[in-house]
């Protein structure tokens, strides 16, 4: 379908391949980072459960969490730190701070890149960060509503 026409289309980083993870400075970290998920994390969960809709992994650009074929809505739930949220502003780690800038950079490049070619696609991308989802879930719930609305009303 849509996928031939992506693939030939090759993506050009500005940032450099992160290449393989350090090794984890102790078991508490190595612990810590081996939980972390890639998708069906709790606030992600949490939306999924206000919002009444399955979490799904659509063939499209970055694997949005949320997709509204109707609306062409594709809704991407941001770790903070990930993904650098621009209002948390969270502190890289005092240890391999070198990898952590790369990866961080590439993963922030890499959502530019997803969202580029999902608007090129026709789809309009929504950002729900972490905080947003945890601190005021109603209000995260809100905000998908109001854009599923707006792009509802919008003609094509």
Not at 4 to 32: D, F, H, T, W
Not at 39 to 46: D, R
Not at 63 to 73: E, I, N, S, V
Not at 81 to 90: D, E, G, L, S, V
Request: proline share 8%; glycine share 4%; with cysteine.
């Amino acid at each position: 379908m849509f996928r031939s026409n992506l693939e030939s289309r090759k993506r050009c980083y500005r940032s450099q391949p992160v290449g393989r993870a350090p090794k984890a400075s102790s078991n508490r970290v190595r612990k810590s980072m081996r939980s972390n998920r890639s998708s069906g994390t709790t606030p992600e969960v949490l939306l999924s459960k206000l919002l009444r809709k399955k979490l799904i992994s659509p063939r499209l650009p970055g694997r949005p969490d949320f997709t509204y074929p109707g609306a062409r809505l594709v809704v991407f739930v941001h770790g903070c730190w990930w993904h650098r949220c621009p209002t948390c502003n969270i502190p890289l780690p005092e240890t391999h701070r070198s990898y952590w800038r790369r990866k961080l950079e590439r993963n922030v490049e890499r959502d530019r890149f997803n969202k580029e070619e999902l608007e090129s696609l026709g789809w309009t991308s929504l950002e729900v960060w972490e905080h947003e989802v945890r601190h005021t879930p109603k209000l995260a719930v809100s905000k998908i509503r109001r854009v599923i609305l707006s792009c509802n009303l919008a003609p094509r």
